[in-house]
């Protein structure tokens, strides 16, 4: 079973920074498009940002376009979403998933194979 595991969530104050990590358990998922989501209490899962299988194309939501960056290190079957200027609306448990038919960045969540348990990211103002 494939395994994609996250790290790097916690409580910080608003303008600070994070990473996250997500960590395939398999080597052949490390070269899958993947992405980042994330869920708010209430509200629906919705896309952060994805990246293509070489991690030549990358693609953000509005919302997070300009503070948060997407990239991979293949060689470590690894996964990170560098968030910048955080803000308290950032608030949310932040998943990584991989497309397992995919080459270019994948925006819907109904086109991912494969998802981790989520990691908590606590903005306070």
């Known amino acids: 079973q494939v395994l994609l595991i996250e790290s790097g969530g916690g409580l910080v104050q608003a303008g600070a920074s994070l990473r996250l990590s997500c960590t395939a358990s398999?080597?052949?998922?490390?070269?899958?498009?993947m992405g980042w989501f994330r869920q708010a209490p209430g509200k629906e899962r919705e896309f952060v940002a994805a990246i293509s299988r070489g991690g030549e194309s990358t693609y953000y939501s509005r919302s997070v376009k300009g503070r948060f960056t997407i990239s991979r290190e293949n060689a470590k079957n690894t996964a990170y979403l560098q968030m910048n200027s955080l803000k308290p609306e950032d608030t949310a448990v932040y998943y990584c998933?991989?497309?397992?038919?995919?080459?270019?960045?994948?925006?819907?969540?109904?086109?991912?194979?494969?998802w981790g348990q989520g990691t908590q990211v606590t903005v306070s103002s």
């Open positions: 398999e080597r052949t998922v490390s070269s899958l498009p």
């Open positions: 998933a991989a497309d397992r038919n995919g080459y270019g960045p994948v925006l819907q969540a109904r086109d991912y194979d494969y």
